[in-house]
């Protein structure tokens, strides 16, 4: 056998690894992609600049409240935390999530998720994107990919524009947890960022409940729309007394449990009941959202 014919040999084994090597930058530019369009637009830009504000705006209110002193707020006004923040800015961090939660982040979420598939079809893009070999499952994980690691960015501009803003108006320092015991600095900034990874955790039903409606319409505006709409009225049926039985299973109703992760010990209960109702919404409206998606007519 002539060196020509090892070396067209080798070159044909040599070619299966070539062929996976690009399908994984494909996919991983699909992705990266994604996040650049998402992350450039001026609404996503705006969405974070607000959620930015938020904590600024608390901050600003309760320093010229109790003008540098002592806190005077009674406890319990408020969002929780808010009569502790004086004595230590990182409260700020728990008051700003506490307060930006119930209708600041789900918003944005309803807006970017609800506007993940519509937008495309509205634009004519969508039919362009699926011409690539990359499939409608996988451009439709690719989406809830891109709406997830949004509600981990606005989670995290919130908690790190509290802390800034804490620390410039307020002292820091170890913290009192609710329950009265005493934790260090450091401690106190880990239990910051796991309730910042829980409260964006919370968010994955919204999300794929965005994704869903977004399968439903090729408008935009209409997606998004529909999508705060519902969040909204879910809020509301949590706050009527006579819908007890039925408010466990809303996804907003466990939402303000991160407040137990400031506990000594922590309480686990309610956090385990809002992950769970999360992943239980996700899977829910995640396939209706593959199945809507599947059958989608996008010649349209």
């Not at 319990?76 to 800015?89: D, L, M, V």
């Not at 996700?282 to 349209?300: C, L, N, P, Q």
Request: proline residues 4%; positive net charge.
């Amino acid at each position: 056998m002539s060196q020509a014919d090892l070396k067209g040999r080798g070159e044909l084994r040599a070619q299966p690894p070539q062929r996976a090597s690009r399908r994984t930058t494909f996919y991983g530019t699909l992705f990266r992609n994604e996040l650049l369009t998402t992350f450039r637009r001026w609404r996503t830009l705006a969405l974070l600049a607000v959620l930015a504000a938020v904590p600024i705006l608390v901050g600003i209110a309760v320093k010229i409240e109790t003008g540098g002193d002592s806190p005077s707020s009674p406890s319990g006004s408020g969002p929780a935390f808010i009569s502790q923040i004086t004595n230590n800015g990182l409260f700020l961090v728990f008051t700003a999530l506490a307060a930006t939660l119930p209708f600041f982040l789900p918003m944005s979420i309803g807006v970017i998720a609800g506007d993940a598939i519509a937008g495309e079809a509205n634009a004519g893009t969508l039919r362009y994107l699926l011409v690539a070999p990359a499939g409608r499952t996988r451009l439709l994980l690719t989406k809830y990919a891109t709406v997830m690691t949004f509600c981990l960015v606005a989670t995290l501009v919130v908690a790190l524009s509290a802390l800034t803003v804490g620390a410039i108006l307020f002292p820091l320092g170890d913290l009192t947890t609710i329950s009265g015991t005493q934790i260090t600095f450091a401690e106190g900034l880990g239990r910051a960022l796991l309730i910042a990874l829980v409260v964006a955790a919370s968010l994955t039903g919204v999300a794929a409940l965005g994704l869903f409606v977004s399968t439903l319409t090729n408008s935009g505006i209409a997606a998004m729309a529909t999508t705060v709409g519902l969040l909204i009225t879910v809020q509301i049926l949590d706050q009527i007394p006579q819908l007890h039985a039925l408010q466990p299973y809303f996804f907003s109703h466990y939402w303000l449990s991160f407040a137990d992760l400031m506990r000594e010990p922590v309480y686990w209960d309610d956090l385990v009941k809002n992950l769970g109702l999360q992943a239980l919404y996700a899977g829910v409206f995640g396939s209706a959202a593959w199945a809507r998606f599947m059958a989608k007519d996008i010649t349209a």
